[in-house]
């Protein structure tokens, strides 16, 4: 097999590898569920449809070794991959907009396996604000810079109507956010040292809905 001695690389993980790491991760996990104690990437590619050099060569940036015709232990290829994904480090986090979608990430506690843990939430309804969600607080967004003190929080997610969603960024990027996590379909601007995340659920449907369309033509 094809071990990361083999392959050379510089510079930051591209976005793209990023994306897969936590396919294999999940690999992992299930094969050590079932008592495997070493995997290749030729049997991961099996397992998720990926060519196997293609996956040597995203592991090669997480520095593991594999073996020569036995793999990667699967116990060190977990560790080293949580590792590099930050999921071994809890990040706190504040959301914005506590509707059905922010709603349902506050009550999602699986979030915290993935080092992603909430810590508050903010809405400017008056039948959210001073409530609880899931045991999360929640506050009206004129007091996110307070509280944002007190948290120490570097990490917004944005679940408000398209909007507000710009208005909110700016208000959570002068109050010293440095990442946002945003769900909105509306494409946010901020200043180049803000990291973003976009996880758009509307844009994914309608990549889903165009290739289904696309495929009944096609029949």
């Known amino acids: 097999m094809t071990t990361n001695q083999d392959i050379k690389h510089n510079g930051k ?9 936590p396919w294999y991760l999940s690999t992992a996990k299930l094969l050590k569920q079932r ?4 995997v290749s990437s030729t049997q991961i590619a099996k397992d998720i449809n990926m060519d196997a050099s293609q996956i040597a060569k995203d592991l090669s940036y997480v520095h593991i070794a594999g073996r020569t015709r036995v793999g990667y232990e699967v116990e060190t290829l977990i560790a080293v991959l949580e590792d590099f994904l930050g999921f071994t480090r809890l990040h706190k986090a504040f959301l914005f907009g506590v509707g059905s979608l922010g709603g ?3 009550h999602d506690s699986g979030l915290q396996h993935f080092g992603l843990n ?7 309804a008056p039948r959210l604000v001073g409530t609880r969600l899931n045991g999360i607080p929640i506050f009206h967004t004129d007091e996110f810079e307070l509280r944002r003190m007190e948290y120490g929080v570097d990490i917004g997610i944005l679940t408000v109507p398209i909007e507000l969603a710009q208005a909110i960024t700016d208000k959570m990027v002068a ?3 440095k990442a946002v996590w945003n769900f909105t379909p509306f494409r946010i601007r901020v200043p180049e040292h803000i990291v973003v995340q976009n996880t758009s659920l509307y844009a994914h449907l309608a990549v889903m809905f165009n290739r289904l369309n696309f495929n009944d033509i096609q029949q």
């Open 13 to 21: 993980v591209p976005e793209p590898t990023l994306r897969r790491l």
């Open 35 to 38: 008592g495997e104690r070493f």
């Open 104 to 106: 349902a990430l506050l």
């Open 118 to 124: 909430i810590v508050a939430g903010f809405d400017v």
């Open 175 to 177: 109050g010293g956010i």
